[in-house]
């Protein structure tokens, strides 16, 4: 799959990244999500973010999620971690894999600026 260009690279799939992202999504921004848990996946790229507020009540939030982190290299202006997005089998090990030194995002993101 070619990369893609977005605004932001969330790391993680969980509850926080989710958040993150569709807050982040409403601000304006293109966000792509990179997360371990395939059913969160497919749930974001069938349906997007659900977002339920007291302003708002339950909307939708059109979102792009992969478990692929060759989809991520290069792509983002800025990456934001979720809260459990650690170890060498989660998110922070595909950052590893986009090209990240360590798992680590900000080396991620330095490698998009280039």
Do not use: K, Y
């Not at 993150?20 to 997360?35: C, E, I, K, W, Y």
């Not at 349906?47 to 983002?76: F, K, M, Q, V, Y």
């Amino acid at each position: 799959m070619t990369n893609r260009r977005f605004d932001v690279l969330v790391v993680g799939t969980g509850a926080l990244a989710n958040l993150f992202a569709a807050r982040l999504s409403l601000a304006g921004a293109s966000v792509t999500l990179l997360g371990t848990w395939p059913e969160g996946i497919a749930a974001i790229n069938e349906h997007g973010i659900r977002l339920t507020d007291s302003e708002n009540g339950e909307i939708s939030i059109p979102a792009r999620a992969t478990a692929d982190p060759a989809e991520c290299a290069g792509g983002a202006s800025g990456v934001v971690r979720g809260r459990g997005a650690g170890g060498r089998g989660g998110p922070r090990g595909q950052l590893a894999g986009a090209g990240a030194p360590e798992g680590d995002a900000a080396g991620l993101l330095a490698r998009t600026r280039r």
